[in-house]
């Protein structure tokens, strides 16, 4: 049967009965026998509005013969069965379900995208993970899921722990400019490249291209017309490039001479939300996770 594995979270109301009851409803749903359950771990909110509490989080192991869309509308129907509601980006929530692999099938929708596309940069995802699927392979990097935690904790002391790959000057002027003037104390060190769709796949075909050592290599793509195409649509021409797929079906592994491990695909043309994104990744890399008890 084709394997699974959803992220759950919730900081609202009272967390730990929500987290058992979407425990006891994946139960009902796939049967005892094929839901596996990391333990419970605290963590803190990464990038939501400010005063929110910290957040319960856990991963479950599924084993199932639905579909990936069946198993991403049963986890969407828990969701709106404990109350869960949308009103604002990463707030304070009853309950929270991802959907973050589904076998080897890479999948890019404007609704489902899969393997989730910031799996690699969370630690809060990655810690309970790797407690229980340590072996499970990320079919973009094509590392395990082991290695992808491991990696966020020995590339630490990397000079430059993101690297933007950006489509033309303008665009990396702008969200130069808007990083070096955002709020707060979160300053990280970016390495900046100038990298269009050419590149990347002369790149590809075997150019010698020096790797830059990062956590994370974001592709800031902006819009020619951004009020009436979805960034998803016009960005469709980079999936191969960064080994994403379009459709559910398994491609053949694709070389990536540029870009080595964890990465990341994200509409840019709105500077300060472009930014905020990339000031969430860096928490989402290094924030606290703290193991609590069985789950």
């Not at 049963?74 to 929270?96: F, H, N, V």
């Not at 699927?133 to 491991?150: E, H, N």
């Not at 020096?210 to 956590?215: D, G, I, L, Q, R």
């Amino acid at each position: 049967m084709p394997r699974t594995l959803v992220s759950l979270g919730a900081n609202l109301g009272n967390v730990r009965e929500s987290m058992l009851a979407a425990k006891r409803l994946l139960v009902d749903e796939f049967g005892e026998s094929n839901v596996r359950l990391s333990r419970l771990y605290r963590t803190p909110p990464v990038g939501g509005p400010i005063g929110q509490g910290d957040f319960l989080n856990a991963v479950a192991a599924l084993e199932t013969d639905l579909s990936i869309w069946q198993v991403w509308e049963s986890i969407k129907w828990i969701e709106t069965t404990l109350g869960r509601q949308r009103q604002q980006r990463w707030e304070a929530r009853r309950i929270d379900i991802d959907l973050l692999l589904y076998d080897q099938q890479r999948v890019w929708t404007p609704h489902l995208k899969v393997p989730h596309p910031r799996m690699c940069m969370r630690t809060f995802v990655l810690i309970p993970a790797a407690e229980i699927v340590s072996d499970w392979i990320d079919p973009v990097t094509l590392w395990s899921i082991a290695q992808l935690r491991d990696h966020l904790k020995t590339s630490e002391g990397t000079d430059a722990p993101i690297r933007i790959l950006c489509e033309d000057e303008d665009l990396q002027a702008a969200l130069q400019r808007t990083l070096a003037n955002a709020k707060g104390t979160a300053r990280i060190p970016v390495s900046w490249e100038i990298r269009n769709r050419v590149q990347l796949s002369t790149a590809n075909a075997g150019s010698s291209v020096t790797k830059v050592p990062s956590k994370l290599t974001i592709a800031a793509v902006a819009s020619p017309d951004p009020e009436t195409i979805l960034w998803e649509d016009y960005s469709q021409p980079w999936l191969p490039l960064l080994n994403l797929s379009p459709t559910s079906h398994v491609d053949r592994p694709i070389a990536l001479g540029s870009i080595d491990g964890p990465r990341y695909l994200m509409p840019a043309d709105d500077p300060v939300w472009t930014v905020h994104e990339i000031l969430a990744a860096n928490s989402a890399m290094q924030c606290q996770v703290d193991p609590l008890c069985d789950f």
